[in-house]
C-alpha cells in the first residue's frame, strides 16, 4: 500500500497516518525524518544533505528525492508506505513520479483530507484553551496567528498538488472535518476499492 496523505495542517494527517501505518504495517515517511537519518547514516546522498544544510541552503528537490528514493528500499517499506508531508511542490510531484516509475511502482491512492479553515481555526483556539486550562504549556507555532501563517503557506506551496494528482485522476478526497473515526472509515473504504 503506497499512499499519500495531503491536507492543511491541523486536518488529522498525523492522526490518520498512524492508523493506516498499523492497519496495513507500512511506515510513514516524514521527509525531515528521513533527512536527518541519511545524514546520520552519511549514505552518499546524506553527504550531499549534509553539505547543503551546512552551508546554511536549502535541500534540493533532487536531493529529497534521493532520500526517499532510497528510504522505500528499506525491508519495512517492502510492503509500501505513507508520504506524509511530501510532495510540498508539483516540482516534486513530478521528480516523485518519476523516481516512482523508474522503480516498477505506483501510488495506490492520493488521499486529501478536506476542511473548512475557519473551523481549524476555531479547533486550534479550543486546544490552546483546553491546554492551558489543564496547566499545560501550549507550543510556539500552536496558536492562531502562527497557525494562520501555516495555513497561507500551505495554500499558496502544497495546494497545487491537489491539482495535479486530481488532473492525473488520482486524487480522493474526504471530509477531514467528520469525527476521527468516520475519517478512518472513509480512507478505509477508498483503500478497498
Known amino acids: 500500500m503506497r499512499l499519500i496523505l495531503l491536507g492543511p495542517p491541523g486536518a488529522g494527517k498525523g492522526t490518520q497516518s498512524a492508523r493506516l501505518k498499523q492497519k496495513y504495517n507500512i511506515p510513514q515517511l516524514s521527509t525531515g525524518d528521513m533527512l536527518r537519518a541519511a545524514v546520520a547514516a552519511q549514505t552518499p546522498v546524506g553527504l550531499q544533505a549534509k ?3 551546512d552551508s546554511g541552503g536549502l ?7 534521493g ?3 532510497d528510504r522505500i528500499e528499506e525491508p519495512d517499506a517492502k ?9 510540498r511542490t508539483v516540482a516534486q510531484a513530478e521528480a516523485l513520479q518519476k523516481m ?9 491512492a492520493v488521499i486529501e483530507l478536506k476542511v473548512d479553515e475557519q473551523a481549524l481555526l476555531d ?58 473515526e468516520s475519517v478512518t472509515q472513509a480512507i478505509d473504504h477508498i483503500l478497498e476499492h
Open 51 to 53: 553539505a547543503v544544510m
Open 59 to 65: 535541500v534540493s528537490d533532487d536531493i529529497v528525492i
Open 67 to 69: 532520500i526517499v528514493a
Open 79 to 87: 510492503n509500501g508506505f505513507i508520504l506524509d508531508g511530501f510532495p
Open 100 to 108: 516512482l516509475g523508474s522503480k516498477n511502482m505506483n501510488l495506490d
Open 123 to 180: 479547533r486550534i483556539k479550543t486546544r490552546v484553551d483546553e491546554t492551558l486550562k489543564a496547566g499545560g504549556t501550549v507550543r510556539a507555532d500552536d496558536n492562531p496567528d502562527a497557525f494562520k501563517t501555516r495555513l497561507e503557506a500551505y495554500k499558496v506551496q502544497t495546494a497545487p498538488v491537489s491539482h495535479y494528482y486530481a488532473g492525473k485522476g488520482a486524487l480522493k478526497s474526504v471530509d477531514g472535518m467528520a469525527p476521527i
